[in-house]
């Protein structure tokens, strides 16, 4: 780890290792009193992709014609969509034994679905539930007391304000004391000292008014490139502008900022800038 401090690890062999399930905890107390987001945080792009199948429902919101297609030819287009969603094939509890401590999580309510059941979206709908799934993060949470996990929700396909605040009410039942309130960016030693352990950003305006619990929105650089060469060359000439959300320097000035892999910042109004990679 060199002076931006970095603790992704190896991420080959994840299904027959937990080396790094308890990372956090096992860094140099050095950098227990380095605040948050002066740390590389590994993350998972569309988290809980890895529960979809062939029978999940595409998206209300995908195109009419993606829609006609798959009434049409189900055959040929369930599993082109299916190929193109999954991004993961680690369930959650996997991924946190892995390292990872960033989860983006894309909650959407289908629009004929059970009035409370909300699930996750990625053009299809996943099979788990958020409410099991938030629970089952929280469990792991408890084995490891020292860890820290930011969760990203966002998208919201389908949400009534109602839905919004039974969201939020399962989020507050479910961790409870384990929530870390908008603030000050904090380091990992005043976070242990607080059993603190789930950072939820909440890309929802209205509800980060009512909920102090809640952070904003994460801005982050999406390179939407196929090639890895072009996906590169994308990341370090963002990483010039400086941070995701903030405004390019002028030319010819130059940056303070560390130069670091593919980000994510979280928290527009509060200080709190976080830099998360992403697998």
């Known amino acids: 780890m060199g002076g931006q401090a970095s603790a992704s690890g190896s991420f ?41 199948n062939k029978k999940s429902p595409i998206s209300q919101e995908e195109s009419r014609l993606l829609q006609l297609l798959n ?13 193109w969603s999954v991004t993961q094939v680690l369930d959650v509890t996997q ?15 289908m629009l004929r679905g059970s009035e409370k059941n909300l699930h996750f979206v990625h053009m299809v709908y ?4 958020v409410e099991d799934t938030l629970t089952e993060i929280s469990e792991w949470l408890e084995r490891h007391p020292r860890e820290v996990v930011i969760l990203a929700c966002r998208n919201f396909e389908g949400l ?13 039942t ?26 939820v950003s909440y890309d929802h305006e209205r ?25 590169i060359r994308y990341l370090e000439t963002m990483k010039s502008c400086g941070r995701p959300g903030t405004r390019p ?7 303070t900022q560390p130069r670091v892999t593919p980000c994510f910042r979280l928290g527009t109004r509060t200080g709190l800038r976080l830099y998360v990679k992403t697998i």
Not at 15 to 39: G, I, K, Y
Not at 71 to 83: E, M, S
Not at 249 to 255: L, N, T, W
Request: with cysteine.
């Open 12 to 52: 080959s062999g994840l299904r027959c290792t937990n080396a790094n399930e308890d990372w956090m905890s096992a860094l140099c107390p050095r950098l227990w009193d380095v605040p948050l987001h002066h740390l590389s945080i590994p993350g998972s792009h569309d988290t809980m992709t890895y529960c979809l």
């Open 160 to 172: 009534t304000e109602d839905l919004h605040e039974y969201l939020i009410s399962c989020i507050k």
């Open 249 to 255: 320097r002028p030319v010819g000035v130059a940056s």
């Open 126 to 129: 996943t099979t788990a539930l």
């Open 95 to 109: 991924q946190l034994d892995a390292g990872v401590r960033y989860l983006d999580l894309r909650i959407a309510h």
């Open 174 to 199: 479910i961790f409870g004391d384990m929530l870390c309130p908008r603030g000050e960016a904090a380091t990992l030693r005043q976070l242990w000292a607080r059993g603190q352990q789930a950072i």
């Open 71 to 83: 009434k049409a030819f189900p055959c040929i287009t369930r599993p082109v969509v299916l190929k």
């Open 207 to 231: 509800s980060l008014a009512r909920h102090r619990e809640l952070w904003p929105g994460i801005p982050y650089w999406w390179g939407n490139k196929v090639k890895t060469d072009a996906l």
